[in-house]
């Protein structure tokens, strides 16, 4: 685990699920608290990075077409995101991890060398994950791929809203997964920049959430 380490006065800062996450505050949130929040995004990182041979959704993936014991925070995740494929008909899609690898997702990450060829070949996702939750088992069918991303991120953040609420009484704390921001407490005005310019900006409330595509 990365240790967090104060980038400003007001900032702690460290590297955690391939990107940097902050707590931005107004100077009284511990180095503890701090080291706190680090630790639960490591937890939930060891157990649904995809780059990770040991996580378990590593060997959800390793595994499929075979029921696979998980803990109840993964049963948790992996029915949440059943549930916004249900609202979303399918639009939103957990089983796209063998996609993403045929378009050279792990080639743009520096996972593989360079100059590897891919050949993506447009095959429509038509299964589904089944979980068991009272057996505490999830079964991805055979030839799929799971990727959680940007869901597992939010996720993430949003738990550890409310340790990190309770380890300090400062009034305004933002929390940054890499450009996913979460009010922990206040308001917080974030600056929209394109290209090196500043062309507006957003205001996140306490308990609202914004979701980005760069590091702010």
Not at 162 to 188: I, M, Q, Y
Request: charged letters at 20%; hydrophobic letters at 40%.
């Amino acid at each position: 685990m990365h240790e967090p380490t104060p980038v400003t006065s007001a900032c702690w800062e460290w590297r955690a699920t391939g990107t940097i996450w902050k707590i931005h505050h107004s100077g009284y949130v511990s180095g503890a608290a701090a080291q706190g929040i680090a630790r639960m995004v490591a937890h939930y990182e060891a157990l649904w990075s995809r780059f990770r041979r040991g996580s378990e959704l590593s060997r959800l993936n390793a595994r499929a077409g075979e029921s696979v014991s998980v803990s109840a925070e993964t049963i948790a995740l992996l029915a949440a995101c059943e549930e916004w494929v249900r609202r979303t008909d399918g639009v939103f899609q957990p089983l796209i991890g063998r996609a993403i690898t045929e378009w050279g997702y792990e080639a743009d990450n520096g996972r593989v060398r360079t100059g590897t060829e891919y050949i993506p070949f447009a095959t429509p996702v038509t299964e589904s994950i089944e979980i068991d939750v009272p057996g505490r088992t999830v079964y991805v069918p055979k030839g799929e791929a799971v990727d959680l991303g940007g869901i597992a991120k939010g996720w993430i953040a949003d738990r550890c809203r409310a340790p990190l609420a309770a380890a300090t009484d400062d009034p305004c704390v933002l929390l940054d997964a890499g450009g996913e921001l979460l009010a922990v407490r206040g308001s917080h005005t974030v600056a929209v920049i394109h290209n090196g310019a500043l062309c507006g900006s957003a205001t996140v409330h306490e308990g609202e959430a914004a979701a980005t595509s760069g590091f702010s």
